[in-house]
């Protein structure tokens, strides 16, 4: 199985600030990494598919970037609403797999 | 907007079968890969397996073994069943579409699934 290797596996920050989270694989998953927003007691949300694609409906400050095998995920200007805890996850091959999380708190 | 909503037995005891199914609601049913995720008390997400409509199904080789999903077209539902559980199966078990294998596009509520004599 790839290995994905995230992190830091929690931050916190201030409301307007901008925050990064780093994703690296165990090895090439060219373009194939997904970032999911999961909020407590509610299913995980799609916020970006292939690297840097938003899903429909997402606001314009989360971004993503990367390929092979680092890849980062940003919030520019951080807003109360996005605390939660994110994933990184490769499909390039199967089984997919999953980063272990990084846990977004607001100071 | 399709909406995938779930249910389950919500208590099993060790060895005993767990089965959990979604039922999607709006949208097309064929087209996508119908998946199964699960996260453990505390911990991270975990890729269970899919199936399309044909039925043609792909499973996480550390479940294989214990692992059928099943899909019912007629009711656009889809079942996962995993059998001789242990304390270590007690996760919220999320179904999801994929629009691509690995995809998970829409998510269910999920169901917290406990094991324990």
């Known amino acids: 199985d790839i290995q994905m290797t995230q992190s830091p596996s929690s931050l916190s920050a201030s409301v307007g600030d901008r925050l990064t989270i780093t994703c690296q694989a165990s090895?090439?998953?060219?373009?194939?990494l997904n970032w999911y927003q999961h909020k407590p007691g509610t299913a995980p949300k799609l916020l970006i598919y292939d690297t840097s694609k938003l899903d429909t409906g997402v606001p314009s400050r989360f971004s993503g970037s990367g390929s092979g095998t680092h890849f980062t995920f940003t919030i520019n200007s951080l807003q109360p609403e996005d605390l939660a805890t994110y994933y990184c996850?490769?499909?390039?091959?199967?089984?997919?797999?999953f980063g272990g999380g990084t846990k977004v708190e607001i100071k | 907007q399709v909406q995938l909503q779930q249910w389950a037995a919500g208590l099993l005891k060790p060895s005993e079968t767990l089965s959990v199914t979604c039922a999607v609601y709006g949208g097309y049913f064929s087209g996508y890969y119908w998946s199964w995720v699960r996260q453990p008390p505390g911990k991270g997400l975990e890729w269970i397996g899919d199936i399309n409509h044909y039925g043609v199904t792909n499973y996480n080789p550390s479940l294989k073994s214990r692992v059928t999903i099943s899909v019912d077209t007629s009711k656009k539902q889809f079942s996962l069943s995993l059998t001789s559980v242990t304390a270590a199966d007690t996760a919220i078990y999320y179904c999801?579409?994929?629009?691509?294998?690995?995809?998970?596009?829409?998510w269910g509520q999920g169901t917290l699934v406990t094991v324990s004599s």
């Open positions: 090895q090439d998953i060219t373009k194939f």
């Open positions: 996850q490769q499909y390039d091959n199967l089984p997919p797999t």
């Open positions: 999801a579409r994929a629009l691509e294998r690995g995809l998970l596009g829409q």
